[in-house]
């Protein structure tokens, strides 16, 4: 079936270190890949998406690149801030393109 | 509002009793999606419409569930019988059309509790 495992949390680092949240998926189909974000008391925000191989989606200093050879989709950020600090879920289309699959989420709590 | 509407943001209910729970999708989006968040989890996909009907309501967990989207726009999720087990964030999602390429937007939930 179609899933998305996702590193475990929760992460603390401190402000300015090297962010790397680990994210497979299952290579079932051609999925869309994401990275939504929820800060504290607001919703689940897309941050980045690739809708194919070798694709790269970037924003507010993310990035992950769609890697087909190892099914995985790991997000990145140089220098994190304390403003960073939320909740990170991976996810992916489905066969039918209509719904997500979502990870089980990795917190993030950077340090000033 | 420029964004997902959901209400109530929060309700409380006792076992046995039937909720409803209402979406305002954006304006425009014809694709309406419900996901359920229990703590700890990422969100778990119950039923997308396109326009007013229900594309794929696979991820409904059993009949106690219904959503309907009469007029294409407005959704209301309805749960009969609650349980315990149904405590979770009910998330409305949107987009402006069915196209994989569209952005999904979510509203912030609401949060139901059953007692």
């Known amino acids: 079936g179609n899933s998305v495992t996702q590193m475990e949390g929760p992460v603390t680092l401190s402000e300015e270190a090297f962010l790397t949240i680990n994210c497979t998926y299952t290579?079932?189909?051609?999925?869309?890949l994401f990275w939504y974000v929820q800060y504290p008391g607001e919703g689940l925000q897309l941050l980045l998406k690739a809708t194919k191989a070798d694709d790269k989606g970037s924003n507010k200093g993310f990035e992950a690149t769609y890697r087909k050879e190892t099914t995985s989709f790991h997000l990145e950020k140089g220098s994190v801030q304390v403003s960073d600090s939320a909740v990170y879920f991976c996810a992916r289309t489905s066969g039918s393109a209509r719904q997500l699959t979502f990870g089980s989420g990795t917190q993030l709590t950077v340090l000033p | 509002g420029a964004g997902v509407s959901q209400t109530p943001s929060n309700k409380v209910t006792e076992k046995g009793k039937y909720v409803e729970l209402r979406c305002d999708p954006i304006s425009g989006h014809t694709a309406l999606y419900w996901y359920r968040q229990s703590l700890g989890q990422g969100p778990e996909f119950l039923i997308y419409f396109q326009g007013t009907g229900a594309a794929d309501d696979s991820g409904l967990p059993n009949d106690r569930f219904f959503a309907v989207r009469p007029e294409g726009s407005v959704s209301t999720l309805k749960i009969q019988r609650t349980e315990r087990g149904d405590s979770a964030v009910y998330l409305c999602?949107?987009?402006?059309?069915?196209?994989?390429?569209?952005?999904?937007?979510f509203g912030e939930g609401s949060w139901l509790t059953v007692v």
């Open positions: 290579a079932t189909g051609y999925p869309s």
């Open positions: 999602a949107s987009s402006l059309t069915n196209s994989p390429g569209n952005t999904i937007y």
